[in-house]
């Protein structure tokens, strides 16, 4: 059975960084891209950011580009959200997702439960 | 970027009719090589995370009830729910992965009449 789960969210002040970490299991984490999307209070889905099975290739939304960085640990069947210079509006719940396949463009197929990041003073 | 637009924002059909709800991109997502539509289609229950229910705009995901069907190409698809169930009440999705970013629509909210 697949799994994902989500870690690291929590309250942090404008301009402050947290790191998302996703840890797997149930699957060859290597053989298959993977996803954050984030959904604010009330609202609905954002991409933000993907990452290829190989970890080689990553793309993200303009609202995160600079600021946002995704990485895969292969070793720890573990993937992150650094986020950098936080604004309010990150508040949202982050979601890990997997992609069905190892390249970028693929559709999800697996989602986490989710971590909560509130950004606020 | 593609921008995803849906219609209607929300529904409420009666238990047992149909609905309907409506993905446009503002580019064609059909990758013409494989003759696939990049599109897929979510479900999100109040308070969980969302669910695969269609791939490549028409393809089901396993596990998915039959009800639930999707059709369309190029820019205009659609996401057919045949019999409304009471556990079908949640807000819907559709994503395209054509091209990043990778674009998911405002979400449609399908109630109970």
């Known amino acids: 059975e697949v799994r994902l789960l989500e870690s690291g969210g929590g309250l942090v002040q404008p301009g402050g960084s947290l790191r998302l970490s996703c840890a797997v299991s149930?699957?060859?984490?290597?053989?298959?891209?993977m996803t954050w999307v984030r959904q604010a209070p009330g609202e609905g889905l954002e991409w933000v950011s993907v990452i290829s099975g190989s970890g080689t290739s990553t793309y993200y939304a303009d609202s995160v580009k600079g600021r946002f960085t995704i990485s895969r640990d292969t070793s720890k069947n573990t993937l992150y959200l650094q986020m950098n210079n936080l604004r309010a509006e990150d508040t949202a719940v982050y979601y890990c997702?997997?992609?069905?396949?190892?390249?970028?463009?693929?559709?999800?197929?697996?989602w986490g439960q989710g971590t909560l990041v509130t950004v606020s003073s | 970027d593609i921008v995803m637009t849906q219609s209607p924002d929300s529904l409420a059909v009666s238990l047992g009719e149909r609905a309907t709800i409506i993905c446009k991109s503002s580019q064609s997502v059909l990758h013409t090589s494989g003759n696939k539509n990049y599109l897929a289609w979510f479900q999100q229950k109040p308070g969980q995370p969302p669910k695969l229910l269609i791939y490549?705009?028409?393809t089901r995901e396993s596990g998915v009830p039959d009800r639930f069907s999707g059709s369309g190409s190029g820019t205009d698809f659609t996401l057919t729910i045949s019999s409304l169930q009471a556990e079908d009440v949640a807000a819907y999705y559709c994503q395209q992965y054509y091209n990043s970013p990778f674009t998911f629509g405002p979400g449609t909210k399908v109630d109970i009449k």
């Open positions: 149930g699957f060859t984490f290597s053989s298959d891209a």
């Open positions: 997702a997997k992609n069905k396949e190892s390249d970028v463009w693929s559709y999800i197929d697996c």
């Open positions: 490549w705009a028409s």
